[in-house]
């Protein structure tokens, strides 16, 4: 009996234990949603932070820190903060990727290599465009209905297609198809990532203008 009662103990505190982190990352997803100024991505990263220091063994709260800091580098003017913001971010995900492989992860990967090459695109371009696609085709053969994969791969045929002249035919197609996915997508609550959906609209009426 007393054995039971222990197992029983047990059980119920690692429940409680999961309640709570979940708990916190619905706080910290509702704080990044809210966000709008690097100040308050930046507050973001660190909230996300204090979880990662305390789940070592968890990647959600890295994932959010780095997407934090990657919107707050995408943000930000000066160009070497920009890139220790990014660099930063990408040891975060890299981080989280060592976790957990997964779709989100990869995608997430690929988003802050696209905004490092935006400090310097002349001279990144060429070196750092195969490691974005490569990321972003990975992700979606991980997982073909993810909507961010999709978004992020459309939004790297923007970039490509204004630098070379050439029609958005392609991009547009990524950006129709991460809409489609979003729209489908049940609207739970979950502690998985949900963003990109206002992204996914502003780019399809740039599409369809």
């Known amino acids: ?57 968890e990647w959600l709260p890295l994932y959010y820190q780095s997407l934090s800091l ?30 957990d492989k997964n779709a989100e992860v990869v995608a997430l990967e690929g988003f802050v290599q696209m905004m490092r090459l935006t400090v310097d695109p002349a001279t990144r371009g060429q070196t750092l465009s195969p490691t974005i696609y490569a ?26 297609a204004r630098f070379f002249g050439s029609g958005f035919e392609k991009a547009c197609g990524y950006i129709q198809s991460a809409y489609d996915i979003f729209g489908g997508t049940p609207d739970e609550p979950t502690i998985l990532p949900t963003w990109g959906m206002k992204m996914a609209e502003a780019s399809l009426a740039y599409c369809n203008q």
């Open 70 to 99: 990657t919107l707050n580098g995408a943000e930000e003017t000066d160009t070497d903060t920009k890139e220790k913001v990014l660099n930063d971010a990408l040891a975060l995900v890299q981080q989280a990727k060592k976790l």
């Open 1 to 57: 009996m007393k054995t039971i009662f222990m197992i029983l103990v047990l059980v119920a505190g690692s429940a409680t234990a999961q309640s709570r982190f979940e708990s916190a990352i619905f706080k910290g997803k509702d704080l990044l949603k809210a966000a709008d100024t690097q100040e308050a991505y930046t507050a973001c990263a660190n909230y996300f932070e204090r979880i990662a220091r305390k789940e070592t063994g």
């Open 135 to 160: 990321l972003f085709g990975e992700a979606m053969a991980m997982d073909a209905e993810n909507p961010r994969a999709q978004l992020l791969m459309g939004q790297m045929e923007f970039g490509t």
